[in-house]
């Protein structure tokens, strides 16, 4: 038995992408300065560098320039810039009931301030009911959030489609990719996205504590920075700068993050992106053979059963076990690592029929080796007892 058999790649991405931990240590020992606040050469490389990620987060998700590249502490952050930022009170606002609480609950804070949302339905298998959507998505909603793959169950949504719909009808769309950024292609400017919000430590293989919020320079036009202070620049100025990204980036910049994620944005660029992405497709679809074999004997896996529909995050319901006692025995037992409850997105459960009991997740990455795989279902035949 390995010490590690890691199963919670939707939480957060383990191992990281080679050079991550490295570039975050050399950031600490050896740069002197900070974005935008020194006159000194130490002060302007961290610029340069940071600079530099910006385009190439630009170039991987097809945003329209660096500057519409606003580094945030987190997709949770980068979804309440857009939310709180644009937002007000008679404004109505599209969500799926698929989205995890960074939007949810945003909304929620929003509707107590006389903002109207309405929830685009979902399949019980996590899809977007596209027809519904197109009935519901009516000229005069300000603005349509959608999570790109759901965290509790992988499906991938139809954002094209979306998209389409939200640009006939002159409504800002707003991608959630926190799962799905990294081995889904994704190119806002082909999508029709007007804001994609990101972290840099899922999928992208990044550290924590860091993401962006991509921009079409309407959307940001439209938006009121959600925190103010500080930027290193137009230092005369009372209100924040007009311009992009110092606009929205309040607060001396997460440094080490940012040259750990350059670190991740390097690795991913010496990839063949393809076939990753093939290479996880065959993963989920292993992943969901082997769990599948276990439905005669009760065990519910919950999501499209689809590789094309969905990336490779998979919940299941055990029969006669509790989800909690199942994960903590996988890990104490077999050291698999999971995540079971609601996975902060009660309605995804709600929608899938797992409220309020929750499921079990396991969610594979890049690394994740195949016969870990068939590992995991050695060990949920045990917790079965079949
Ligand atoms: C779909 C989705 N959206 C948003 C978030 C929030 O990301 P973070 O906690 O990194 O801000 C998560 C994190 O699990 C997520 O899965």
């Excluded at 600079?51 to 097809?62: D, M, N, P, V, W």
């Excluded at 329209?64 to 952050?77: E, Q």
């Excluded at 430590?201 to 920075?225: M, N, V, Y």
Aim: glycine share 10%; aromatic share 6%; charged share 20%.
């Amino acid at each position: 038995m390995k010490d590690i058999y890691y199963f919670d790649n939707a939480s957060t991405s383990f191992p990281k992408a080679p050079g991550v931990a490295e570039a975050m240590a050399r950031c600490l020992a050896e740069v002197v300065g900070s974005v935008g606040r020194g006159s000194h050469t130490g002060a302007y490389a961290a610029a340069s560098r940071t600079l530099e990620i910006r385009e190439a987060l630009c170039r991987f998700f097809g945003a329209p320039a660096a500057r519409n590249v606003v580094l945030t502490p987190g997709c949770t952050y980068a979804l309440n810039l857009v939310l709180k930022g644009l937002l007000r009170p008679g404004d109505r606002a599209a969500a799926s009931v698929m989205e995890h609480n960074a939007v949810l609950r945003p909304l929620r804070q929003l509707e107590r301030r006389g903002v109207e949302t309405v929830r685009l339905p979902c399949g019980p298998d996590g899809l977007l009911d596209l027809e519904q959507a197109e009935a519901l998505l009516t000229p005069g909603l300000r603005l349509c959030v959608l999570t790109h793959v759901s965290n509790v169950c992988g499906a991938l949504q139809p954002i094209e489609a979306v998209g389409r719909l939200c640009r006939e009808r002159g409504i800002f769309f707003c991608v959630d990719a926190a799962q799905s950024a990294g081995p889904v292609p994704l190119n806002m400017g082909a999508l029709g996205i007007d804001a994609l919000a990101l972290p840099a430590h899922k999928s992208l293989l990044g550290p924590q504590g860091l993401g962006a919020l991509l921009l079409t320079d309407a959307l940001a036009g439209a938006l009121e920075p959600l925190v103010a202070g500080g930027t290193g620049s137009q230092s005369d100025l009372l209100d924040m700068p007009p311009f992009l990204p110092d606009r929205f980036e309040a607060g001396t910049l997460n440094l080490p993050g940012i040259y750990g994620l350059g670190a991740a944005l390097d690795w991913w660029a010496a990839q063949d992106a393809a076939a990753l992405r093939r290479r996880e497709q065959k993963l989920t679809g292993h992943l969901l053979a082997r769990l599948r074999e276990l439905e005669p004997d009760g065990l519910r896996v919950l999501g499209p059963l689809d590789p094309e529909r969905q990336i490779g995050v998979v919940a299941v319901d055990f029969p006669g076990l509790d989800n909690a006692e199942a994960a903590f025995r996988l890990d104490r037992d077999f050291h698999i690592q999971t995540r079971c409850g609601l996975h902060c997105a009660p309605l995804a459960h709600q929608t899938l029929g797992t409220f309020p009991q929750g499921a079990v997740r396991f969610s594979v990455g890049p690394f994740t080796p195949f016969e870990d795989i068939d590992y995991l279902q050695a060990a949920v035949c045990e917790l079965m007892g079949v």
